[in-house]
């Protein structure tokens, strides 16, 4: 399934728009740069659709300070929904949102964590 996108200012890269929140906030953080994301397919109860997939970021960084201040907003959330890989020399993270709920729970906490 194709998703509405629309052009952010931070490097001109097309993002679906139910994720750009999440995107957004984690690129405003020195060292952190995203990959890949998408805003995931999920059924009328929440639950992510089989044929597709749920939400997910794909980022790589270098500050540790700011993947401390992504934890202390992200605490409760980030310990089940982390994925840690090695590639091509980049270390990446991956936040998985297996539910429309979860997604749209950590875009209120980032909310919060703005005002």
Known sequence: ??????RIPLK??????LIIPIVDWLNSFPGIF????????YLESGEER??????????TGDNKKSFAQIDLVL???IK?????????????????FS???????VIDLI?????
């Open 1 to 6: 399934m194709i998703h509405k996108t629309r």
């Open 12 to 17: 001109m890269i097309e993002v679906d728009l």
């Open 34 to 41: 995203t990959l890949h994301s998408c805003q995931g397919d």
């Open 50 to 59: 089989f044929d597709c997939g749920g939400a997910y970021v794909l980022f």
């Open 75 to 77: 605490a409760g959330f």
């Open 80 to 96: 089940d929904a982390m994925e840690i890989d090695f590639y091509e020399g980049l270390i990446r993270y991956t936040f998985r």
């Open 99 to 105: 539910t429309k709920w979860h997604r749209d729970a």
């Open 111 to 115: 909310d919060d964590a703005q005002r």
